[in-house]
């Protein structure tokens, strides 16, 4: 009774419980998208990307169904501000691919392996939580917010409400009623024809059954953070999200939430803070894949294998950290939250996370041939 009566506990533990299943799936299936990436440059295998793919698919499908119900208003989320800023997105997002493929992982592939037991991860994930701080309000945000956020496009001017792929298509004359689910449908299609496309992926239950499961939990955060969430602060009488970080509807997103972990921590005595759903969902991550890793007997104490290593992992997470936030968002953030929303920015982080992580692994792959 007391947690109903309290939105804000409904919302950190909705997002621990959902964030807990999240890391125990992303353990048993390996998934992460440095490795799906990998996997196709430099094996030219689909299986794990394919997983990705299906569960943007699905997460795509579920957040428009909660919006045509109601039941969550995606236009509130940051990723559908009429303010286009391509180039933090571009700048952000290409620099996150290259930290990530550094690193050897993204951030929700840090958090799995801690809870496997990485303590290489656990600095990573330190030093990223740094950097992403300091690009929220230190030094590195003071370079974000004088050079890269001021190149926007103000989509407002154009009559845009937000930054929607619904919006464009009325734009183009779709009509208002039915352009989001044009949009919704043609993402949603466009991503099962070429997944299921596979006869290998079909055949195997355990990719597709997860990457379902995946996409599910992502509309989950938006049902938990902005229908369970969403209500009238006793304190203000103001209606509003509770528990958030951007004081909005939120869903799965893991380089500014590490970031704020770590202010919590250092901070800890400061009652103005206090555990977010962002939060939540890192420690969920790490507890629900420690929990599969101490369930399957896959639990492995891990360092850092040379001085190489650890330099490389550290340089990694710091492009990590300034990346994820300027571009808004990590891998799970802008390639399954953000993308789920149909905003176009999120897109455009997406590709340039993709792209800067297949050209870091080229020239590394290149690299390794020239050494040899």
């Not at 929220?136 to 154009?158: C, T």
């Not at 009488?237 to 919590?264: M, W």
């Not at 104490?301 to 990590?320: C, I």
Request: net charge positive.
């Amino acid at each position: 009774m007391e947690m109903a009566a309290n939105p804000a506990s409904v919302v950190v533990w909705g997002g621990f419980a959902l964030a807990f299943v999240f890391g125990a799936v992303a353990n048993k299936t390996n998934f992460c998208t440095m490795g799906a990436v990998s996997d196709v440059v430099n094996m030219g295998h689909w299986g794990r990307m394919r997983m990705w793919l299906l569960a943007i698919a699905v997460a795509v499908l579920g957040a428009n169904a909660l919006a045509h119900a109601g039941l969550a208003d995606l236009g509130k989320s940051v990723y559908q501000r009429p303010s286009l800023n391509w180039l933090s997105l571009v700048v952000g997002g290409t620099v996150f691919g290259v930290g990530m493929s550094l690193a050897g992982g993204c951030a929700n592939k840090n958090l799995i392996r801690v809870g496997g037991g990485s303590l290489r991860s656990l600095v990573v994930l330190t030093f990223l939580a740094i950097s992403g701080y300091m690009t929220l309000k230190g030094l590195f945000g003071q370079w974000r917010a004088a050079w890269l956020d001021p190149v926007s496009l103000d989509l407002s001017r154009f009559g845009w409400k937000d930054q929607g792929l619904p919006s464009l298509l009325a734009a183009a004359g779709v009509s208002a009623s039915s352009a989001r689910w044009v949009a919704a449908g043609a993402v949603a299609v466009l991503l099962l024809g070429f997944v299921f496309a596979d006869r290998r992926f079909r055949a195997n239950p355990t990719q597709w059954l997860a990457g379902i499961a995946l996409g599910a939990l992502v509309v989950g955060g938006w049902y938990v953070s902005g229908h369970l969430g969403f209500g009238e602060n006793p304190d203000t009488l103001e209606t509003g999200y509770f528990a958030t970080n951007t004081r909005t509807i939120e869903s799965l997103s893991f380089v500014a939430p590490l970031s704020y972990t770590l202010e919590l921590l250092m901070l800890w005595t400061d009652k103005s803070l206090h555990v977010s759903f962002g939060i939540a969902t890192a420690l969920g991550v790490i507890l629900g894949s420690a929990a599969w890793a101490l369930a399957s007997r896959s639990f492995r104490w891990e360092g850092f294998a040379s001085l190489a290593d650890l330099r490389n992992q550290l340089v990694g997470a710091v492009l990590m950290g300034f990346g994820g936030v300027t571009a808004m968002g990590c891998t799970v953030g802008q390639g399954l939250s953000g993308v789920s929303t149909l905003a176009i920015g999120s897109f455009i982080a997406l590709a340039s996370i993709v792209a800067g992580a297949a050209a870091t692994l080229k020239y590394i792959t290149w690299r390794a041939e020239q050494e040899a």
